[in-house]
Protein backbone atom coordinates (compact mmCIF):
# COMPACT_ATOMS: atom_id res chain seq x y z
CA UNK A 1 0.00 0.00 0.00
CA UNK A 2 1.72 3.50 -1.08
CA UNK A 3 1.34 6.43 0.41
CA UNK A 4 -1.43 7.63 -1.69
CA UNK A 5 -4.17 4.48 -1.11
CA UNK A 6 -2.58 5.59 2.69
CA UNK A 7 -4.41 8.67 2.60
CA UNK A 8 -7.61 7.73 0.64
CA UNK A 9 -8.14 5.08 3.47
CA UNK A 10 -7.57 7.58 6.00
CA UNK A 11 -9.88 9.81 3.92
CA UNK A 12 -12.87 7.56 3.80
CA UNK A 13 -12.49 6.94 7.41
CA UNK A 14 -14.94 10.43 7.31
CA UNK A 15 -17.51 8.28 6.06
CA UNK A 16 -17.88 6.72 9.59
CA UNK A 17 -17.86 10.27 11.16
CA UNK A 18 -20.88 11.87 9.32
CA UNK A 19 -23.45 10.59 11.41
CA UNK A 20 -21.91 12.28 14.45
CA UNK A 21 -22.48 15.67 12.39
CA UNK A 22 -17.85 16.06 12.05
CA UNK A 23 -17.26 18.84 8.99
CA UNK A 24 -14.24 17.67 6.94
CA UNK A 25 -12.61 20.10 8.37
CA UNK A 26 -12.37 18.93 11.96
CA UNK A 27 -12.23 15.57 10.85
CA UNK A 28 -8.77 16.16 9.63
CA UNK A 29 -7.95 18.28 12.59
CA UNK A 30 -9.32 15.16 14.68
CA UNK A 31 -6.99 13.10 12.55
CA UNK A 32 -3.87 15.29 13.40
CA UNK A 33 -4.09 14.67 16.88
CA UNK A 34 -4.86 10.78 16.32
CA UNK A 35 -1.87 10.47 14.12
CA UNK A 36 0.63 12.60 15.77
CA UNK A 37 0.50 10.37 18.57
CA UNK A 38 0.90 7.45 15.92
CA UNK A 39 3.86 9.08 13.73
CA UNK A 40 5.45 9.99 16.90
CA UNK A 41 6.05 6.49 17.54
CA UNK A 42 6.82 5.25 13.89
CA UNK A 43 9.59 8.04 13.99
CA UNK A 44 10.84 7.31 17.54
CA UNK A 45 10.26 10.70 18.23
CA UNK A 46 7.91 9.97 21.46
CA UNK A 47 10.76 10.94 24.34
CA UNK A 48 8.58 14.07 24.92
CA UNK A 49 5.48 12.56 25.39
CA UNK A 50 4.79 11.20 29.05
CA UNK A 51 4.56 7.19 28.58
CA UNK A 52 0.32 7.14 29.51
CA UNK A 53 -0.03 9.82 26.69
CA UNK A 54 1.55 8.18 24.09
CA UNK A 55 -0.19 5.86 21.49
CA UNK A 56 0.25 2.31 23.09
CA UNK A 57 -1.51 3.79 26.18
CA UNK A 58 -4.63 5.14 23.84
CA UNK A 59 -5.07 2.15 22.22
CA UNK A 60 -5.12 -0.41 24.99
CA UNK A 61 -8.38 1.35 25.94
CA UNK A 62 -12.05 0.15 24.39
CA UNK A 63 -15.23 1.68 24.21
CA UNK A 64 -16.81 4.49 26.92
CA UNK A 65 -13.04 4.08 28.32
CA UNK A 66 -11.85 4.98 25.04
CA UNK A 67 -13.53 8.09 24.71
CA UNK A 68 -13.13 9.22 28.69
CA UNK A 69 -9.30 8.27 28.07
CA UNK A 70 -8.80 9.98 24.65
CA UNK A 71 -10.81 13.64 26.02
CA UNK A 72 -8.47 13.58 29.04
CA UNK A 73 -5.48 12.81 26.67
CA UNK A 74 -5.96 15.78 25.03
CA UNK A 75 -5.86 17.79 27.60
CA UNK A 76 -2.98 16.54 29.03
CA UNK A 77 -1.51 16.84 26.24
CA UNK A 78 -1.84 20.66 25.98
CA UNK A 79 -0.76 21.55 29.58
CA UNK A 80 2.15 22.41 29.70
CA UNK A 81 2.57 20.89 33.55
CA UNK A 82 1.76 17.76 32.07
CA UNK A 83 3.66 17.38 28.47
CA UNK A 84 7.23 19.84 28.60
CA UNK A 85 7.13 20.15 24.89
CA UNK A 86 5.82 23.70 23.71
CA UNK A 87 5.47 21.91 20.46
CA UNK A 88 3.18 19.73 21.44
CA UNK A 89 1.55 21.86 23.60
CA UNK A 90 0.70 24.25 20.86
CA UNK A 91 -0.59 21.47 18.39
CA UNK A 92 -2.85 20.30 21.16
CA UNK A 93 -3.79 23.42 22.45
CA UNK A 94 -7.74 24.03 23.73
CA UNK A 95 -7.93 20.71 21.90
CA UNK A 96 -11.32 18.70 22.14
CA UNK A 97 -12.85 15.82 20.09
CA UNK A 98 -16.22 16.41 17.97
CA UNK A 99 -16.45 12.69 18.14
CA UNK A 100 -19.43 11.76 20.36
CA UNK A 101 -19.64 7.86 19.62
CA UNK A 102 -17.33 5.62 21.41
CA UNK A 103 -17.40 2.74 18.51
CA UNK A 104 -16.65 5.29 16.15
CA UNK A 105 -13.31 6.63 17.70
CA UNK A 106 -12.24 3.41 18.55
CA UNK A 107 -12.51 2.17 14.72
CA UNK A 108 -10.68 5.40 13.80
CA UNK A 109 -7.87 4.35 16.12
CA UNK A 110 -7.84 0.52 14.77
CA UNK A 111 -7.33 0.95 11.99
CA UNK A 112 -5.11 3.59 11.79
CA UNK A 113 -3.04 1.63 13.27
CA UNK A 114 -3.40 -1.35 10.90
CA UNK A 115 -2.28 0.61 8.10
CA UNK A 116 1.06 -0.30 6.34
CA UNK A 117 3.48 2.62 8.48
CA UNK A 118 6.35 0.64 7.01
CA UNK A 119 5.49 1.91 3.47
CA UNK A 120 4.28 5.18 5.03
CA UNK A 121 7.91 5.96 6.19
CA UNK A 122 9.65 4.82 3.25
CA UNK A 123 7.47 7.23 1.40
CA UNK A 124 7.81 10.01 4.09
CA UNK A 125 4.70 10.66 6.82
CA UNK A 126 4.90 14.43 6.11
CA UNK A 127 4.14 13.37 2.10
CA UNK A 128 1.12 11.51 4.01
CA UNK A 129 -0.22 14.12 5.61
CA UNK A 130 0.24 17.14 3.25
CA UNK A 131 -1.93 14.52 0.92
CA UNK A 132 -4.42 14.35 3.43
CA UNK A 133 -4.32 18.46 3.29
CA UNK A 134 -4.85 18.41 -0.25
CA UNK A 135 -7.86 16.07 -0.13
CA UNK A 136 -9.28 18.50 2.52
CA UNK A 137 -8.93 21.43 -0.07
CA UNK A 138 -10.32 19.54 -2.66
CA UNK A 139 -13.24 19.14 -0.77
CA UNK A 140 -15.70 21.65 -1.83
CA UNK A 141 -17.96 21.14 1.24
CA UNK A 142 -14.47 21.49 3.56
CA UNK A 143 -13.84 25.40 2.61
CA UNK A 144 -10.09 24.33 3.11
CA UNK A 145 -8.89 25.76 -0.01
CA UNK A 146 -8.70 29.01 0.75
CA UNK A 147 -5.66 28.50 2.38
CA UNK A 148 -4.25 25.61 0.30
CA UNK A 149 -2.11 26.57 -2.45
CA UNK A 150 -1.72 24.39 -5.62
CA UNK A 151 1.83 21.94 -4.38
CA UNK A 152 3.05 22.42 -8.87
CA UNK A 153 2.20 26.66 -7.92
CA UNK A 154 4.47 26.33 -4.76
CA UNK A 155 7.01 24.12 -6.32
CA UNK A 156 7.27 26.77 -9.27
CA UNK A 157 7.71 29.43 -7.37
CA UNK A 158 10.55 27.63 -5.04
CA UNK A 159 12.45 26.65 -7.95
CA UNK A 160 12.42 30.24 -9.36
CA UNK A 161 13.75 32.09 -6.10
CA UNK A 162 16.02 29.65 -5.93
CA UNK A 163 17.17 29.49 -2.37
CA UNK A 164 20.49 29.06 -1.08
CA UNK A 165 21.80 27.10 2.40
CA UNK A 166 21.98 29.36 4.80
CA UNK A 167 19.24 31.60 3.61
CA UNK A 168 16.57 33.13 5.83
CA UNK A 169 13.51 32.60 4.31
CA UNK A 170 9.82 33.40 5.44
CA UNK A 171 6.09 33.50 4.62
CA UNK A 172 3.78 35.97 6.73
CA UNK A 173 0.41 34.15 5.72
CA UNK A 174 1.96 30.37 6.48
CA UNK A 175 -1.04 28.61 5.94
CA UNK A 176 -0.20 24.84 6.35
CA UNK A 177 3.40 26.01 5.97
CA UNK A 178 3.79 24.37 2.27
CA UNK A 179 5.68 26.79 1.02
CA UNK A 180 8.42 26.52 3.44
CA UNK A 181 8.11 23.10 3.14
CA UNK A 182 8.87 22.61 -0.13
CA UNK A 183 11.99 25.06 0.26
CA UNK A 184 13.07 22.72 2.51
CA UNK A 185 12.71 19.63 0.15
CA UNK A 186 13.78 21.68 -2.78
CA UNK A 187 17.54 22.31 -0.66
CA UNK A 188 17.38 19.11 0.57
CA UNK A 189 17.66 17.92 -2.81
CA UNK A 190 20.12 20.07 -4.39
CA UNK A 191 22.48 19.31 -1.00
CA UNK A 192 22.00 15.48 -0.80
CA UNK A 193 19.86 15.59 2.23
CA UNK A 194 21.92 18.28 4.06
CA UNK A 195 24.33 14.99 4.58
CA UNK A 196 27.49 16.93 4.16
CA UNK A 197 26.45 20.59 5.85
CA UNK A 198 28.51 20.96 8.80
CA UNK A 199 26.86 20.21 12.27
CA UNK A 200 26.20 24.17 12.65
CA UNK A 201 25.08 24.66 9.17
CA UNK A 202 22.64 21.62 9.77
CA UNK A 203 21.71 23.14 13.02
CA UNK A 204 20.90 26.45 11.41
CA UNK A 205 18.72 24.61 8.05
CA UNK A 206 16.56 22.97 10.67
CA UNK A 207 15.89 25.79 13.53
CA UNK A 208 16.74 29.27 12.08
CA UNK A 209 16.00 28.90 7.85
CA UNK A 210 12.20 28.68 7.76
CA UNK A 211 9.87 30.67 9.37
CA UNK A 212 6.01 32.00 9.29
CA UNK A 213 3.30 33.27 10.93
CA UNK A 214 -0.54 32.18 10.17
CA UNK A 215 -3.82 33.96 12.04
CA UNK A 216 -6.22 30.85 11.85
CA UNK A 217 -5.82 28.81 14.89
CA UNK A 218 -6.78 25.68 13.61
CA UNK A 219 -4.88 26.40 10.30
CA UNK A 220 -1.76 27.19 12.33
CA UNK A 221 -2.48 23.29 14.57
CA UNK A 222 -1.91 21.89 11.23
CA UNK A 223 0.98 23.98 10.22
CA UNK A 224 2.77 22.91 13.53
CA UNK A 225 1.99 19.28 12.23
CA UNK A 226 3.57 19.53 8.87
CA UNK A 227 6.20 21.40 10.16
CA UNK A 228 6.95 18.49 12.57
CA UNK A 229 6.71 15.60 10.23
CA UNK A 230 8.97 17.06 7.74
CA UNK A 231 11.73 17.07 11.01
CA UNK A 232 11.56 20.95 10.58
CA UNK A 233 11.56 23.13 13.79
CA UNK A 234 11.77 26.76 12.74
CA UNK A 235 9.96 30.09 14.57
CA UNK A 236 6.10 29.41 13.64
CA UNK A 237 4.19 31.69 15.17
CA UNK A 238 0.44 31.98 15.64
CA UNK A 239 -1.08 35.63 15.35
CA UNK A 240 -1.87 38.54 12.84
CA UNK A 241 1.16 39.32 10.38
CA UNK A 242 -0.54 42.55 9.93
CA UNK A 243 -0.75 43.34 13.61
CA UNK A 244 2.53 44.31 16.03
CA UNK A 245 3.03 40.71 16.55
CA UNK A 246 4.32 40.21 13.52
CA UNK A 247 6.91 43.04 13.81
CA UNK A 248 9.59 40.21 14.18
CA UNK A 249 9.58 39.32 10.46
CA UNK A 250 12.49 41.25 9.15
CA UNK A 251 15.55 40.67 7.20
CA UNK A 252 14.90 37.87 5.11
CA UNK A 253 16.94 36.31 2.11
CA UNK A 254 13.63 34.95 0.60
CA UNK A 255 9.77 35.37 0.53
CA UNK A 256 7.45 32.92 -0.34
CA UNK A 257 3.74 33.35 0.10
CA UNK A 258 0.06 33.81 -0.93
CA UNK A 259 -1.45 36.01 1.37
CA UNK A 260 -5.21 35.93 2.07
CA UNK A 261 -7.10 38.38 -0.16
CA UNK A 262 -9.94 40.92 1.13
CA UNK A 263 -10.28 43.69 3.48
CA UNK A 264 -9.73 43.62 7.44
CA UNK A 265 -13.32 43.23 9.06
CA UNK A 266 -15.15 46.40 9.24
CA UNK A 267 -12.59 48.34 7.31
CA UNK A 268 -10.89 48.83 10.26
CA UNK A 269 -6.61 49.29 9.50
CA UNK A 270 -3.28 47.45 10.42
CA UNK A 271 -2.06 48.08 13.48
CA UNK A 272 1.53 47.82 12.73
CA UNK A 273 3.42 51.11 12.75
CA UNK A 274 5.93 50.13 10.25
CA UNK A 275 4.06 50.57 6.93
CA UNK A 276 4.20 53.65 4.79
CA UNK A 277 0.77 53.68 3.46
CA UNK A 278 -2.00 52.97 5.39
CA UNK A 279 -5.05 50.81 3.94
CA UNK A 280 -7.74 48.35 4.64
CA UNK A 281 -6.51 45.78 1.39
CA UNK A 282 -4.58 43.17 3.00
CA UNK A 283 -3.22 42.04 0.21
CA UNK A 284 -2.04 45.24 0.03
CA UNK A 285 -0.68 45.13 3.48
CA UNK A 286 0.72 41.93 3.46
CA UNK A 287 3.06 43.22 -0.19
CA UNK A 288 4.17 46.07 1.79
CA UNK A 289 5.36 44.28 4.51
CA UNK A 290 6.74 41.32 2.31
CA UNK A 291 8.69 44.00 0.23
CA UNK A 292 9.92 45.96 3.32
CA UNK A 293 10.52 42.75 5.26
CA UNK A 294 13.88 41.79 2.71
CA UNK A 295 17.67 42.19 3.07
CA UNK A 296 18.81 45.65 1.22
CA UNK A 297 21.43 44.01 -0.12
CA UNK A 298 20.63 43.72 -4.37
CA UNK A 299 19.83 39.62 -3.85
CA UNK A 300 17.12 39.11 -1.40
CA UNK A 301 14.08 38.07 -3.32
CA UNK A 302 10.05 37.38 -3.23
CA UNK A 303 7.66 35.57 -4.79
CA UNK A 304 3.97 36.33 -4.04
CA UNK A 305 0.79 35.55 -5.36
CA UNK A 306 -1.71 38.21 -5.57
CA UNK A 307 -5.65 38.86 -6.92
CA UNK A 308 -5.39 41.30 -9.87
CA UNK A 309 -6.49 44.27 -8.55
CA UNK A 310 -3.59 44.92 -6.80
CA UNK A 311 -2.15 45.79 -10.61
CA UNK A 312 -4.63 48.29 -10.71
CA UNK A 313 -5.61 49.70 -7.71
CA UNK A 314 -5.99 53.39 -7.14
CA UNK A 315 -5.15 55.93 -4.56
CA UNK A 316 -2.98 54.20 -1.84
CA UNK A 317 -2.55 50.75 -4.61
CA UNK A 318 -0.84 53.02 -6.89
CA UNK A 319 1.40 54.71 -4.21
CA UNK A 320 2.19 51.09 -2.78
CA UNK A 321 3.12 49.85 -6.50
CA UNK A 322 5.01 52.99 -7.10
CA UNK A 323 6.88 52.59 -4.04
CA UNK A 324 7.44 48.24 -4.72
CA UNK A 325 8.80 49.04 -8.05
CA UNK A 326 11.47 52.21 -6.37
CA UNK A 327 12.64 50.04 -3.70
CA UNK A 328 12.39 47.17 -5.49
CA UNK A 329 13.29 44.97 -9.15
CA UNK A 330 9.44 44.37 -10.10
CA UNK A 331 11.14 41.87 -12.96
CA UNK A 332 8.54 39.10 -13.61
CA UNK A 333 4.79 39.61 -13.46
CA UNK A 334 3.35 36.34 -14.10
CA UNK A 335 -0.88 35.88 -15.03
CA UNK A 336 -1.53 32.73 -13.31
CA UNK A 337 -4.92 30.72 -15.03
CA UNK A 338 -8.49 30.75 -13.54
CA UNK A 339 -9.85 27.83 -11.88
CA UNK A 340 -6.24 26.21 -10.40
CA UNK A 341 -7.67 27.31 -6.71
CA UNK A 342 -10.55 26.04 -5.50
CA UNK A 343 -11.91 29.03 -4.86
CA UNK A 344 -13.42 29.76 -8.51
CA UNK A 345 -13.34 32.84 -10.56
CA UNK A 346 -9.94 34.07 -8.64
CA UNK A 347 -7.83 35.97 -10.73
CA UNK A 348 -4.52 35.95 -9.02
CA UNK A 349 -0.67 36.75 -10.46
CA UNK A 350 2.60 35.84 -9.19
CA UNK A 351 5.18 38.91 -8.53
CA UNK A 352 8.95 38.09 -8.80
CA UNK A 353 11.05 40.98 -7.07
CA UNK A 354 14.62 41.58 -5.81
CA UNK A 355 15.14 44.37 -2.91
CA UNK A 356 17.22 46.72 -4.42
CA UNK A 357 20.30 48.28 -2.30
CA UNK A 358 19.06 51.18 -2.18
CA UNK A 359 15.44 52.50 -2.28
CA UNK A 360 14.79 54.27 -5.34
CA UNK A 361 14.62 53.47 -8.78
CA UNK A 362 15.36 49.52 -8.84
CA UNK A 363 12.78 49.08 -11.34
CA UNK A 364 13.68 49.34 -15.04
CA UNK A 365 11.70 47.28 -16.82
CA UNK A 366 8.52 44.97 -16.17
CA UNK A 367 8.22 41.36 -18.09
CA UNK A 368 5.00 40.22 -18.00
CA UNK A 369 4.08 36.54 -19.16
CA UNK A 370 0.64 35.46 -20.13
CA UNK A 371 -0.21 32.45 -19.16
CA UNK A 372 -4.36 33.16 -18.30
CA UNK A 373 -5.88 33.13 -22.05
CA UNK A 374 -5.21 30.77 -24.78
CA UNK A 375 -4.79 27.90 -22.06
CA UNK A 376 -6.52 24.77 -21.15
CA UNK A 377 -9.47 24.44 -18.99
CA UNK A 378 -8.35 24.10 -15.22
CA UNK A 379 -10.29 22.82 -12.25
CA UNK A 380 -10.62 19.91 -10.02
CA UNK A 381 -10.58 17.20 -12.82
CA UNK A 382 -8.00 19.31 -14.95
CA UNK A 383 -5.46 20.26 -12.15
CA UNK A 384 -2.13 22.41 -12.72
CA UNK A 385 0.40 20.01 -13.26
CA UNK A 386 4.53 21.06 -13.72
CA UNK A 387 4.30 20.88 -17.32
CA UNK A 388 2.33 23.76 -17.39
CA UNK A 389 4.98 26.17 -16.04
CA UNK A 390 7.63 24.65 -18.57
CA UNK A 391 7.67 27.26 -21.08
CA UNK A 392 8.01 30.03 -18.57
CA UNK A 393 10.75 28.94 -17.13
CA UNK A 394 12.28 28.78 -20.00
CA UNK A 395 12.32 32.44 -20.56
CA UNK A 396 12.04 32.90 -16.97
CA UNK A 397 16.58 33.65 -16.06
CA UNK A 398 15.04 35.80 -12.59
CA UNK A 399 16.54 39.46 -13.32
CA UNK A 400 19.37 39.14 -15.62
CA UNK A 401 18.20 41.28 -17.94
CA UNK A 402 20.59 40.60 -20.85
CA UNK A 403 20.61 36.94 -20.32
CA UNK A 404 16.46 36.71 -20.26
CA UNK A 405 16.47 39.28 -23.70
CA UNK A 406 18.36 37.01 -25.36
CA UNK A 407 16.90 33.85 -24.06
CA UNK A 408 13.41 35.77 -25.16
CA UNK A 409 15.00 36.35 -28.87
CA UNK A 410 15.91 32.28 -28.96
CA UNK A 411 12.43 31.45 -27.87
CA UNK A 412 10.84 33.65 -30.42
CA UNK A 413 8.04 34.86 -27.63
CA UNK A 414 6.38 31.55 -27.38
CA UNK A 415 2.78 32.27 -28.33
CA UNK A 416 2.96 35.96 -27.80
CA UNK A 417 2.94 35.38 -24.33
CA UNK A 418 5.73 37.33 -23.16
CA UNK A 419 6.36 40.75 -23.18
CA UNK A 420 8.61 43.42 -21.84
CA UNK A 421 7.56 46.93 -20.24
CA UNK A 422 9.97 49.65 -19.52
CA UNK A 423 9.45 51.73 -16.30
CA UNK A 424 8.57 54.63 -18.34
CA UNK A 425 5.82 53.26 -20.17
CA UNK A 426 4.23 51.93 -17.39
CA UNK A 427 4.33 55.68 -15.06
CA UNK A 428 2.49 56.77 -17.95
CA UNK A 429 -0.13 54.09 -17.64
CA UNK A 430 -3.34 55.75 -15.83
CA UNK A 431 -2.92 54.49 -12.07
CA UNK A 432 0.60 53.09 -13.31
CA UNK A 433 -1.58 50.08 -13.49
CA UNK A 434 0.60 46.73 -14.11
CA UNK A 435 -2.95 45.33 -15.51
CA UNK A 436 -1.71 44.30 -18.59
CA UNK A 437 -3.08 42.17 -21.07
CA UNK A 438 -2.42 41.77 -24.83
CA UNK A 439 -3.91 38.42 -25.28
CA UNK A 440 -7.83 39.30 -24.77
CA UNK A 441 -10.79 36.46 -24.46
CA UNK A 442 -12.28 37.88 -27.81
CA UNK A 443 -9.49 37.01 -29.63
CA UNK A 444 -9.16 33.72 -28.01
CA UNK A 445 -13.10 33.13 -28.88
CA UNK A 446 -12.18 34.16 -32.54
CA UNK A 447 -9.04 31.81 -33.01
CA UNK A 448 -11.33 29.14 -32.06
CA UNK A 449 -13.98 30.53 -33.99
CA UNK A 450 -11.60 30.41 -37.18
CA UNK A 451 -10.37 26.44 -36.15
CA UNK A 452 -13.96 25.92 -36.26
CA UNK A 453 -14.14 27.04 -39.75
CA UNK A 454 -11.21 25.86 -40.98
CA UNK A 455 -12.12 22.23 -39.78
CA UNK A 456 -15.51 22.40 -41.02
CA UNK A 457 -14.42 23.37 -44.00
CA UNK A 458 -11.66 20.59 -44.17
CA UNK A 459 -14.54 17.98 -43.52
CA UNK A 460 -16.36 19.49 -46.35
CA UNK A 461 -13.61 19.44 -48.73
CA UNK A 462 -12.88 16.15 -47.46
CA UNK A 463 -16.53 15.13 -48.82
CA UNK A 464 -15.99 16.95 -51.66
CA UNK A 465 -13.16 14.97 -52.67
CA UNK A 466 -14.28 11.75 -51.76
CA UNK A 467 -17.73 12.58 -53.95
CA UNK A 468 -15.30 13.64 -56.88
CA UNK A 469 -13.41 9.68 -56.12
CA UNK A 470 -16.69 8.42 -56.85
CA UNK A 471 -17.88 9.87 -59.71
CA UNK A 472 -14.48 9.12 -61.15
CA UNK A 473 -15.14 5.82 -60.24
CA UNK A 474 -18.29 5.89 -62.01
CA UNK A 475 -16.96 7.95 -65.45
CA UNK A 476 -14.33 5.10 -65.23
CA UNK A 477 -16.68 2.18 -65.43
CA UNK A 478 -18.69 3.87 -67.74
CA UNK A 479 -15.94 4.14 -70.71
CA UNK A 480 -15.28 0.59 -69.62
CA UNK A 481 -18.70 -0.49 -70.59
CA UNK A 482 -17.96 1.51 -74.02
Known sequence: MNNQEIVQKLWNECNVLRDDGVSYQDYITELTYLLFLKMSKEQGQEDDIPQDLRWDALVAHEGTE????????????????????AKINVIYRNASTTIDEPANLEKIIKDIDALDWFTARQEGLGDMYEGLMQKNAEEVKSGAGQYFTPRPLINMMVRMTRPKIGERLNDPAAGTFGFMVAADEYLKEKNDDYFDLSPKEAKFQKEDAFSGM??????????????????????????????????????????????PFGT??????????????????????????????????????????????????????????????????????????????????????VLFFTRGESDYDNTKDVWIYDMRHQMRSFGKRNPLNKQDFEEFEKVFCAD???KRQE????????????????????????????????????????????????????????????????????????????
Open 66 to 85: LMSFYRQLLLDLGNPDKVHS
Open 400 to 402: DRT
Open 264 to 349: KRGGERVSRDDLTYDTSNKQLNFLQIIYNSLKKNGKARAAVVVPDNVLFDSGKGEDIRKDLMNKCNLHTILRLPTGIFYAQGVQTN
Open 214 to 259: ELVPGTHRLAMMNEYLHKMNGRLEQGDSLSSAGKWMKDFDVVLTNP
Open 407 to 482: TWDKEKNPNGRWRKFSIDEIMKRPNTSLDISWMSDEEEKQQKSLKEIMSDMNEKAKAINEAIAELNKALEGIEDDD
